[in-house]
Each structure stands twice: as structure tokens, then as C-alpha cells.
């Protein structure tokens, strides 16, 4: 079974700062990988996702990840934190299978405040 | 657009009660899911519906019943729920097919007294 590691479930950035957040994946067999992000009291919204091709892939709200596959890795950056950032991210991993309605295993999640 | 929404937003019942969520999407997405979150953590699968058809039951207890009537629309029946049910219920829908981006909806907030 899939499992996914994010590390650190708290994280502090100063607000123009960079924000990194780290995201491991188990599987041997590379899967699809995303980013979600949830602010307080709504539903997830993504912000990229890595199918195949190009290894560093650009989302929304300046936000961009990497994956590495020798190290099983899908870190999540953005180089200014701003105060809207404030939230908590999840990274997500689904198999590439073909049949419809993939099953998302989600991370523990990281909660991401930003200081003025 | 990619919109998915739910009602109602928040839904406060007794353990005797029997109610129902609602989550409707208009993408032409052909896969349907709930999912449960619990504060502070991640959400969890309940359910997936692939053509209309269930395809994914994680061994959610039968006080859950799901119910998807069309293409477009998602039921999630709720029967004699405990007080530890009480969570945000997520609905999300993808395409048909591949790796496709689950869509979420704002949720509904679930008390169970």
C-alpha cells in the first residue's frame, strides 16, 4: 500500500521568506503526485500536480514542487511566503492505473503560519 | 468551471436521526467520491463511485450509505451515527479516467450529539 510522509506537521516562515515543504512517497513504482491546500473551514484545492514529463512543475499562487525520483521526493516551494499562504498543505499520491476514480492517499499535512 | 458543491454546509443531528448530504457536480466528471475528515488530520476515503457504479467501499460501517442517482449527483445517507462521526465530509470528483485531478467541495460539517 501507498503511504505518504510529510515532514513536520507545523511549520513557521516570516512572511517574504522562503517556504519549503517536504513530501515523501513509499512507492517503487513512481505515482501521480499532488499538492492540495486547505484553508479553515473549506474544502482542499489543488495547487499542482506531477504526471509525467518535465520534473519541476509550476501551480498556482507561486507555488512549485520537484520530483525527484531517486529520492522518492515531491517537495513544495515557494520563494516569498505572504500572509495568504497561511493554511494547511497536503501531498497526495494516487496509483497510474487507467480505471476511473483514483484512490488518493493523502500526508499527515503541514500547517504553514506565516509571521509579519 | 470546476465547481463541486455540497449541502447542506453544516448538519447537526441526533443519534436516532436519519439524514442525508448531497454533493453535485456539472464537469461531466464520470468519478465520485466521500471522504471524512477528522480536525487536524487528513481526509479519509470513504467511497468511490466510477460510472455511476461503486467501485471503492473502504469497510466504511453500513450507518454510511451512498447513493450516486445520476452522473452528476452524489448521496451520502446518514442511520444511527455516533457521536465519533461527527467530521467535516468531503465530496470530490475526477474525469472519467487516468490521473485525474479530484475537484473538492467546501464540505459539510457534521455534529453528531
Known amino acids: 500500500a501507498q503511504s505518504v510522509t510529510q515532514l513536520g506537521s507545523h511549520v513557521s516562515v516570516s512572511e517574504g521568506a522562503l517556504v519549503l515543504l517536504r513530501c515523501n512517497y513509499s512507492s517503487s513504482v513512481p505515482p501521480y503526485l499532488f499538492w492540495y491546500v486547505q484553508y479553515p473551514n473549506q474544502g482542499l484545492q489543488l495547487l499542482l500536480k506531477y504526471t509525467t514529463g518535465a520534473t519541476l512543475v509550476k501551480g498556482i499562487n507561486g507555488f512549485e514542487a520537484e520530483f525527484k525520483k531517486s529520492e522518492t521526493s515531491f517537495h513544495l516551494t515557494k520563494p516569498s511566503a505572504h500572509m495568504s499562504d497561511a493554511a494547511e498543505y497536503f501531498c497526495a499520491v494516487s496509483d497510474r492505473i487507467k480505471a476511473a476514480g483514483n484512490k488518493l492517499t493523502f500526508g499527515g499535512g503541514t500547517r504553514v503560519l506565516v509571521k509579519p | 468551471d470546476t465547481e463541486v458543491t455540497q449541502t447542506p454546509k453544516h448538519l447537526v443531528m441526533g443519534m436516532t436521526n436519519k439524514k442525508s448530504l448531497k454533493c453535485e457536480q456539472h464537469m461531466g466528471h464520470r468519478a465520485m467520491y466521500w471522504y471524512k475528515q477528522k480536525a487536524k488530520k487528513p481526509p479519509e476515503l470513504m467511497f468511490v463511485?466510477?460510472?455511476?457504479?461503486?467501485?471503492i467501499n473502504e469497510s466504511v460501517p453500513s450507518r454510511f450509505s451512498p447513493e450516486c442517482p445520476n452522473s452528476s449527483l452524489l448521496n451520502l445517507h446518514l442511520h444511527a451515527l455516533q457521536p465519533e462521526d461527527s467530521a467535516l465530509y468531503l465530496c470530490?470528483?475526477?474525469?472519467?479516467?487516468?490521473?485525474?485531478?479530484?475537484?473538492f467541495g467546501p464540505g459539510t460539517r457534521l455534529l453528531v450529539l
Open positions: 470530490a470528483s475526477s474525469q472519467g479516467r487516468g490521473a485525474g485531478t479530484q475537484y
Open positions: 463511485y466510477s460510472y455511476e457504479k461503486l467501485s
